[in-house]
């Protein structure tokens, strides 16, 4: 596990992608036991595949041709009815507005709270790091602990503290719940790739008279890049995703998107549009998707690390 | 795991001893200004509401947090309510046979991918890109798959198998099988990014080794790769299982509690008291049942993993 954890920074954490076969390899190709192997696998893609298709496939319908009840069969006439209605005018329980709303809502609930939340564990990494103070190596173990607590405990207490702040109900809210429960695994992330930096530049800049800022924007800041990536990626799904908290703290106008469509399916009224619904939920699901196959190997990366955890 | 932060407040104890406390405070300085947020995550939210939702499950708060002490009267009703039981029941079948078989199918997709197969990117791209959709997108997809009429059974009906059933999401005996249809999709390939990276932190040697003493492949597998493996799978354990304490989004979206009540979970219970029953007291001890629940799985592990020598990655 430990070696595990210094391998996020810029070595691949999938422990090596395939290490480079040794030697030609003369064997016929359809040996029995490759054919097991690769059946249990394409079971298994299927397995994983079949949902994306159904969900895909049933957004293109009309709905008289879902009622005739064949989930496999391709779209007759494809068409983006149901995506155009899931966007603008399907009806959340209250309102019928579509996802657009929650959709913007999410991109304004994602960019500020990954952005404060990756500067602020980046600071915590560095100053874990770099200027280590009495206490904190404890802050930082309560911190890793604590990211198991299951969020419930933490969240009627904090739904009182939003309340006296005066934010509960806003944007402000979630991104600072957000802030606050990224940054465990966040700061994680950046002090062990802190760690994995040589010490002797900073000790250099150290003497040399810069400051806690200056080391951090001029000398740390430029060499995290690959680290960066990966909170991001880490964050942008991770906040995307999240329910709980945007329920909870964001407030009926708020909602983000994965609420929003929640209540489409779950809390409409009237006989369901299941094409509608599958149209919505690609729609959700199509950002988290970009990332994950933009990133690629990065998305590893992220995942990997986020695993080690302590 | 509160005590331990009490002394870092110790400023004020050292006050008639001005040196210390010149030293205690401004040392470092412009780091523990930086540092602020964390320490107020720390204190504030992992420190304090743990505390305060422990100290408030003690009272008879309704609709607002204000209650007089009761002592364990909020876990007595707990315990009575109907609703609590079948929710704890469903997390501890739920959650033995989620875990089991990630485990499992994690460790047998990494076994089987780490056999220098060709398309070894493509098979792992399709195996993880369920960890990257939310349990909203996953509970709805499975929703609609499994629905009765229209769904897998209906189709496979409407085909001529005339008598094949599959309506798992309505019937209450079944209804956690179809969440462990869902949560497997969603977290299997997760398991096996984990499992892959523990199966090639073995050393090539091993292998060789093995095979010159003419040990069958399964049986190094067994006999030797997963004891040196130990740590990964401790890791993966750890993880899975403090998922699945907090599983919510998941119930919500794929059954929202039902048919019934069959499929209800302690996260759902502590919500619906907590926002909607006006109960405060009771989702309050509901939460700190599941926070003694995951001390019970962690209290074993950071004394396993940190407890003998201090020793820290």
């Not at chain 2, 398991?191 to 090639?200: D, N, T």
Request: with cysteine; glycine share 8%; aromatic share 14%.
């Amino acid at each position: 596990m430990s070696q595990t954890a210094t391998m996020t920074g810029s070595a691949p954490v999938a422990s090596g992608e395939v290490v480079e076969a040794r030697g030609p390899r003369p064997k016929p190709f359809f040996t029995p036991r490759k054919i097991i192997i690769y059946s249990v696998l394409v079971m298994f893609s299927l397995y994983y595949l079949f949902p994306l298709y159904v969900m895909v496939v049933t957004s293109l319908k009309t709905m008289p041709e879902i009622r005739f009840g064949n989930i496999f069969a391709l779209p007759q006439a494809p068409n983006f009815d149901a995506w155009v209605k899931a966007w603008t005018s399907a009806c959340t329980g209250l309102t019928c507005q579509g996802l657009s709303p929650g959709f913007w809502n999410s991109v304004k609930i994602t960019i500020p709270s990954t952005i404060v939340s990756i500067f602020i564990a980046a600071v915590n990494g560095y100053a874990l790091i770099n200027w280590r103070f009495k206490g904190s190596e404890i802050f930082f173990a309560i911190l890793i602990f604590g990211s198991f607590i299951p969020y419930q405990v933490m969240l009627y207490p904090l739904v009182m503290i939003t309340r006296e702040m005066g934010i509960f109900g806003s944007l402000q809210a979630v991104i600072l719940i957000h802030t606050v429960f990224g940054m465990p695994i966040l700061t994680l992330l950046f002090r062990n790739y802190f760690a994995s930096l040589p010490q002797e530049l900073f000790k250099a800049a150290r003497v040399d008279g810069a400051g806690f800022w200056r080391i951090f924007f001029e000398i740390m800041l430029p060499m995290s890049l690959p680290i960066f990536v990966v909170a991001l990626i880490l964050q942008i799904t991770g906040i995307w995703n999240d329910f709980l908290f945007g329920v909870v703290f964001a407030g009926t106008q708020n909602y983000p998107m994965t609420v929003q469509l929640n209540n489409i399916v779950n809390s409409a009224q009237g006989t369901p549009e299941y094409n509608v619904n599958m149209a919505a939920t690609v729609l959700t699901g199509l950002v988290p998707l970009t990332v994950y196959f933009v990133s690629g190997k990065w998305f590893v990366r992220g995942v990997a690390a986020g695993a080690v955890k302590g | 795991m509160a005590d331990t932060a009490v002394p870092l407040e110790a400023g004020a104890e050292t006050a008639h001893r001005p040196g210390l406390l010149k030293r205690i405070l401004f040392h470092n300085l412009p780091a523990k200004i930086a540092a602020l947020p964390m320490m107020a995550t720390v204190l504030v939210v992992f420190v304090g509401c743990t505390i305060w939702t422990v100290y408030y499950s003690f009272t008879n708060s309704k609709l607002l947090p204000t209650g007089k002490f009761v002592g364990f009267d909020q876990y007595e009703r707990l315990f009575q309510t109907s609703r609590w039981n079948v929710s704890v029941t469903n997390l501890v079948a739920y959650g033995a046979m989620s875990l089991v078989f990630t485990l499992v199918i994690g460790f047998i997709l990494a076994v089987l991918i780490d056999q220098k197969i060709r398309f070894e990117s493509a098979f792992r791209t399709i195996m993880l890109y369920p960890f990257a959709l939310s349990f909203i997108v996953t509970g709805l997809v499975w929703q609609w798959i499994m629905n009765p009429t229209l769904g897998l059974q209906g189709t496979l009906r409407n085909l001529g198998w005339s008598n094949f059933s599959f309506d798992w999401i309505a019937n209450p005996r079944m209804v956690l099988f179809a969440m462990l249809i869902a949560g497997l999709w969603h977290g299997t390939g997760f398991c096996m990014v984990l499992m892959l990276a523990g199966l090639r932190g073995v050393d090539e040697e091993v292998w060789k080794a093995a095979r010159v003493d003419g040990i069958p492949t399964w049986r190094t597998y067994v006999s030797i790769v997963i004891p040196m493996m130990r740590g990964v799978l401790i890791t993966a354990i750890v993880i899975l299982g403090s998922g699945i304490v907090r599983l919510y989004d998941l119930v919500v979206a794929l059954t929202n509690g039902g048919p019934g009540i069959s499929s209800e979970v302690p996260a759902k219970y502590v919500f619906n008291y907590m926002f909607s029953g006006g109960n405060i007291g009771q989702g309050l001890a509901a939460a700190t049942m599941m926070l003694l629940t995951v001390l019970i799985i962690m209290v074993p592990w950071a004394y396993l993993e940190f407890g003998g020598k201090g020793k820290r990655t």
